[in-house]
Structure formats: structure tokens, C-alpha cells
């Protein structure tokens, strides 16, 4: 892979990581405690992408 495109790749990927973050899921986890509303499990940030439930496992 040539550096140009590295750059570009990286460049992509920040920019879809700052849209991503101006979501309301992103910014409520920044706000509040990171409970399932489904089972009222408490989640730590490495276990954040379970919190919307997509896992039914608790």
C-alpha cells in the first residue's frame, strides 16, 4: 500500500470517527452511566457497543 493511500485511508477514517461521534448515541454515552435499557446492565467502556442491546445475552 503506497503512503498516499495510507494517508488517505487514515484521513477517511478520522473523519468517519468525528461524524459518528456528533451522534446522539455517542453523545448520550458521554453523558450518562452506560446501562442497557433493556436489562439494566451496567457496561465498562471496553463492553460500550453492547449497551444498545444488540446482544439479548445479559
Known amino acids: 500500500m503506497s503512503h498516499n493511500k495510507t494517508d488517505q485511508l487514515i484521513a477517511e477514517a478520522r473523519r468517519y470517527k468525528e461524524e459518528r461521534e456528533k451522534g446522539y448515541r455517542e453523545q448520550a454515552l458521554k453523558l450518562y452511566p452506560w446501562v442497557c435499557g433493556r436489562c439494566a446492565r451496567e457496561f465498562t467502556h ?9 446482544s439479548s445475552r445479559p
Open 46 to 54: 471496553k463492553k460500550s457497543e453492547r449497551v444498545d442491546g444488540a
